[in-house]
């Protein structure tokens, strides 16, 4: 048998016992193991993702649930669960209530549902919830907070037409987190900001060899 030699081995064999340890979210198999065998939250999120991606949505559910519901949960579980939750079973309660468990614990990705799911009723607290997305470090959250504040600065008609305020610093400010959303992986960020080269605004001339590179 294994012999349990050195620090890191002890270690692991605690951590085991304890409720596993976090998976590499690469490989497939250790997260099911760390998942269905031991038990972590963190990576029954993984599993799930991983479950997702290969459209297995009854498999990816049944992780996230796991791992949102574990004594020490995962937060970004409780998201994605209610985003299984919103396009599955079209149930909008359960899944704003997973939601705001998640945003409430300070995960990005959970604010940012919460702030998608406010956004036509209470637009201002959408607004705070994408802020806090941004500030958790989730692209998206970013792009939507850059996205609001150039809504209320510019005309968007497909493209950006006519500037309607003078005030340049708030107009940048918005681009600046447009731009960081884009750099994030926000696919939306970056179409935003093809929209603003392409069109040129102030302090930022046109140019559609930018715009062209950020729409593909």
């Not at 620090?7 to 016992?17: D, F, Q, Y």
């Not at 796991?66 to 899944?95: M, Q, Y």
């Amino acid at each position: 048998g294994q012999v349990l030699s050195g620090g890191s081995c002890i270690a692991k064999a605690r951590a085991i016992k304890e409720g596993g340890f976090t998976c590499d979210p690469s490989s497939r198999s250790q997260c099911q193991d760390q998942c269905d065998g031991a038990g972590n939250a963190d990576s029954c999120n993984s599993f799930g993702e991983i479950l997702a991606s290969e459209n297995d949505i009854d498999g990816a559910r049944e992780r996230f649930k796991k791992g949102c519901e574990a004594k020490k949960p995962s937060l970004t579980a409780c998201a994605n669960l209610a985003g299984v939750i919103l396009k599955t079973d079209k149930d909008a309660e359960r899944a704003l209530s997973r939601f705001k468990i998640a945003c409430d614990g300070g995960d990005g990705l959970g604010c940012y549902g919460l702030g998608k799911m406010m956004r036509a009723d209470n637009p201002q607290e959408a607004s705070e919830k994408f802020s806090l997305a941004c500030d958790a470090g989730f692209s998206a959250g970013c792009a939507a907070v850059g996205e609001n504040i150039l809504e209320g600065l510019v005309s968007w008609y497909g493209s950006l037409k006519a500037v309607e305020s003078d005030d340049v610093e708030e107009l940048n400010k918005g681009i600046q987190l447009v731009e960081e959303g884009c750099l994030g992986g926000s696919e939306r960020g970056c179409f935003m900001l093809g929209t603003i080269y392409e069109s040129g605004v102030p302090g930022r001339r046109a140019s559609m060899v930018e715009a062209t590179a950020l729409y593909e």
